[in-house]
């Protein structure tokens, strides 16, 4: 049973517009998430992450936003560069213990086209 | 800081056969997390290990298993290949608060082969 859910393979943008990433969670007591970007041979890297308290997280390029009731989050990338063409994975885990596991989605590959 | 170094980056294996692989995490981080990632599965928790236990385990068959070392250093080991095994191995490392105030750090991965 898939508990982070990404249902999009594969997302296509042009150079300088909105890239929206789209993720559900089936498990109600996921509450930290989290944004893993991954190139070809190339380990995730760390993105950005929010917590259930919040409803959305800024870092420069890349917003991320929550909605609880809805159990979705979504990765914004504005503007869109060639360089952030990758895989994103989404992530969860319920923060309150601090060791579980997490759990990813299974990825959406992004391509900027120039 | 050296980031998680995973040895080796690539591995060819027929049926049958047993893998040991290697993972250096950052230093400092005591906590070493094993996934496996296949095209269309994204990544499938293995086990993590914390202090030289294993503090939690996801569904895979005992074939695969791992270890830590008092250096933290971890190695996973999976028995009696099957070609379904064919995937790419990640290792990721962390500090003891876990992954709250410490995101995973993950290496670049041995991809294996099985034949």
């Known amino acids: 049973d898939q508990q982070v859910k990404q249902n999009s393979p594969s997302l296509s943008v042009q150079e300088g517009r909105i890239s929206i990433l789209n993720c559900d969670y089936t498990n109600s007591m996921f509450d930290y998430f989290l944004w893993y970007k991954k190139y070809p041979a190339e380990g995730p890297t760390f993105l950005i992450s929010i917590s259930s308290i919040k409803d959305k997280n800024e870092d420069g390029r890349f917003t991320v936003f929550l909605n609880k009731s809805a159990k979705h989050l979504s990765l914004h990338i504005v503007p869109s560069q060639p360089g952030d063409s990758a895989v994103y994975f989404c992530?969860?885990?319920?923060?309150?213990?601090?060791?579980?596991?997490?759990?990813f989605g299974k990825g959406t590959r992004l391509s900027v086209i120039a | 800081k050296a980031g998680v170094t995973q040895t080796p980056r690539y591995l060819i294996k027929t049926r049958g056969q047993q893998v040991t692989l290697s993972c250096s995490p950052i230093s400092g981080h005591r906590s070493v997390s094993w996934y496996q990632q296949t095209p269309g599965q994204g990544l499938q928790f293995l086990f993590e290990y914390f202090s030289e236990t294993q503090r939690n385990k996801g569904n895979f068959p005992g074939r695969f298993s791992g270890r830590q070392f008092s250096n933290s250093r971890s190695e996973m080991n999976v028995s009696t290949l099957e070609l379904g095994d064919s995937a790419l191995y990640l290792c990721?490392?962390?500090?003891?608060?876990?992954?709250?105030?410490?995101?995973?750090?993950f290496g670049n991965g041995t991809r294996l082969t099985v034949t």
């Open positions: 992530a969860a885990f319920p923060g309150g213990s601090g060791n579980t596991p997490l759990v």
């Open positions: 990721a490392s962390s500090l003891p608060t876990g992954t709250v105030n410490s995101p995973l750090h």
